[in-house]
């Protein structure tokens, strides 16, 4: 019975996994290039970039390379020393850790040009509560935001929306498969 539930949950585990990863091409249709002027800051702000996520680059290698960098070197857009260097024209990286991504071409004058990526990425606690506070409150007349609404039993409503919908479905499934195990 245990095997069971730890095989059930390490299902859930993965499917979690697998529908949350998300590939971005760099740039969109424009790709990883200088020429099409694309705002690179502009492309990562519309994106929410998380553990497991993939960025493309797609570029013209006989033009362009992309180099992780540190902070620094992207500041500077210093190519000397780069973490990693990828050449193929349609790198792959995967994003396995939280913070600050660096990117630029190493080919001289690109980066200056702007042909450079920061990526921010976010702790993976980022499942929607199922009500939201900062949304309920949005609609409701800025004199109500910060009193608790009227007639909702309890100490704290928000706290009790914050349980992420995700870990409550495992909560529910295991608890399920536990009463289902004692009735067979
Ligand atoms: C570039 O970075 C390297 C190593 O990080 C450093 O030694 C070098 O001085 C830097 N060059 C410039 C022009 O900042
Ligand atoms: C580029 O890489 C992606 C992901 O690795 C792959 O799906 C795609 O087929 C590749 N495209 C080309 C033209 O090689
Ligand atoms: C990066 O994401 C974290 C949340 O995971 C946030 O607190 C931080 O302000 C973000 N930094 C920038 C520069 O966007
Ligand atoms: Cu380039």
């Known amino acids: 019975m245990a095997v069971r539930i730890l095989v059930a949950l390490a299902c859930i585990v993965v499917m979690l996994r697998l529908s949350k990863a998300a590939v971005y091409k760099v740039g969109d249709s424009a790709g990883w290039t200088t020429i099409a002027n694309v705002d690179y800051k502009l492309w ?7 553990i497991g996520d ?3 680059f797609q ?5 362009h390379n992309v180099m992780r960098v540190t ?4 500041r500077s ?3 000397s020393n780069p973490i990693s260097t990828f050449t193929t024209g349609n790198d792959s990286v995967t994003l396995t850790n939280h913070g600050h991504h660096f990117f ?23 499942f929607t509560p199922l009500s939201d506070p900062p949304i309920s409150s949005s609609l ?7 009193i608790p609404a009227a007639g909702v039993p309890g100490p704290s409503p928000n706290h009790a929306a914050s349980l992420p919908s995700a870990a409550a479905a495992v909560v529910y499934l295991l ?6 195990n004692f009735i067979s």
């Not at 990562?44 to 998380?50: C, D, N, P, V």
């Not at 902070?71 to 992207?74: N, P, S, W």
């Not at 608890?175 to 289902?180: G, Q, R, T, Y």
């Open 44 to 50: 990562a702000s519309t994106k929410t970039f998380h």
């Open 54 to 56: 993939t960025v493309l």
């Open 59 to 63: 570029y013209n290698p006989q033009f």
């Open 71 to 74: 902070h620094a070197m992207y």
């Open 77 to 79: 857009c210093n190519n």
């Open 104 to 126: 630029l071409c190493g080919v001289p004058g690109h980066c200056v040009a702007g042909q450079k990526l920061e990526l921010n990425v976010t702790h993976p606690v980022s």
């Open 140 to 146: 409701s007349p800025p004199s109500t935001t910060t």
């Open 175 to 180: 608890v399920f498969l536990v009463f289902a």
